[in-house]
């Protein structure tokens, strides 16, 4: 069995609603495709986290459903390379089309052989949601408030220093065992 389709089972019982897509003649390997969405009734997430294999690596790919008007776009920039300093996995970007970017969040990791540990992948999934959703809050409020980027940093710094006093509970490690 490969690495997919034993987290697709894992998180089959963890209850996260997802999707395994099996090899076909237009995409000739196997993705999965997880909702990172905070609303389980919602029928089409806005945060749908996209994991692959790319030769040795394994990639998380979430495009954010926010996009960045050209005026703002230096800003972004500048707001995206403070932000994305604590973020353990990835990074966040933007890809720019015409007059405005879209936003995203890409992680990559090297494996051997294709071979990935669970407990290690459960962890990456666990914490990638949180830098999403937390991240995602703090670019829109961004662009729409008159906050500065300093005050969007700050304020970004402490909601991780309140998430890093309570206590530890890790469900996704948990299920594996």
Do not use: W
Not at 9 to 29: A, C, D, Y
Not at 50 to 75: D, G, S
């Amino acid at each position: 069995m490969n690495e997919l389709t034993r987290l697709s089972e894992v998180l089959t019982v963890m209850k996260i609603p997802h999707r395994l897509e099996l090899p076909n003649k237009e995409i000739p390997f196997e993705q999965l495709f997880i909702s990172l969405d905070r609303d389980e009734e919602k029928e089409d997430p806005d945060f749908l986290l996209h994991v692959c294999f790319l030769e040795e690596r394994i990639q998380f790919f979430c495009n954010l459903p926010l996009t960045i008007p050209a005026l703002k776009l230096l800003e972004t920039h500048r707001l995206l390379a403070l932000l994305n300093r604590p973020v353990p996995y990835g990074t966040f970007g933007l890809t720019e089309v015409r007059t405005r970017a879209n936003f995203y969040f890409r992680y990559r990791l090297m494996t051997s052989n294709r071979k990935v540990s669970s407990p290690l992948i459960l962890a990456i999934l666990e914490a990638i949601p949180f830098f999403i959703h937390g991240i995602s809050n703090k670019v829109y409020e961004f662009l729409n408030s008159n906050k500065s980027i300093e005050t969007i940093v700050e304020e970004f710094e402490q909601d991780l220093t309140e998430v890093a006093r309570k206590p530890f509970k890790n469900n996704c490690t948990d299920a594996i065992h």
